[in-house]
């Protein structure tokens, strides 16, 4: 079993920052893509980050430059630094992985989800 389990997520002022970990764990053989992804009250799921297992990344246009995405992966962990946080980043923040499990089995997995809240 596979499991994709987030934390760092919080309440904070705008202008102030956080950094989301994500830790992947189980049978896992190797990790393809990682991301972020976030769901704000009453509107769709949308990317916020990906990071390839290469190193390459991309970003939504709305947090470029004042977030980074980026991973370990020997730990098979990820992270979402978040700077210059504005009220509208305001969502429940989910990990999600592209991966391989013993079997071999590949899908696709997402975390439970941690709350961020940005307060003006």
């Known amino acids: 079993q596979v499991q994709l389990v987030e934390s760092g997520g919080g309440l904070v002022q705008a202008g102030g920052s956080l950094r989301l970990s994500c830790v992947a764990s189980g049978s896992i053989v190797s990790i393809d893509a990682m991301g972020w992804y976030r769901q704000a009250p009453g509107k769709r799921r949308e990317l916020v980050a990906h990071?390839?297992?290469?190193?390459?990344?991309n970003y939504a246009d709305s947090v470029k430059g004042r977030f980074t995405i980026s991973r370990v992966n020997a730990k098979n962990t990820v992270y979402l630094q978040m700077s210059s946080l504005k009220p509208e980043d305001t969502a429940v923040y989910y990990c999600n992985a592209d991966l391989w499990a013993l079997g071999p089995d590949y899908r696709n997995y997402w975390g439970q989800g941690t709350q961020v809240t940005v307060s003006s």
């Open positions: 990071i390839r297992s290469d190193g390459t990344t």
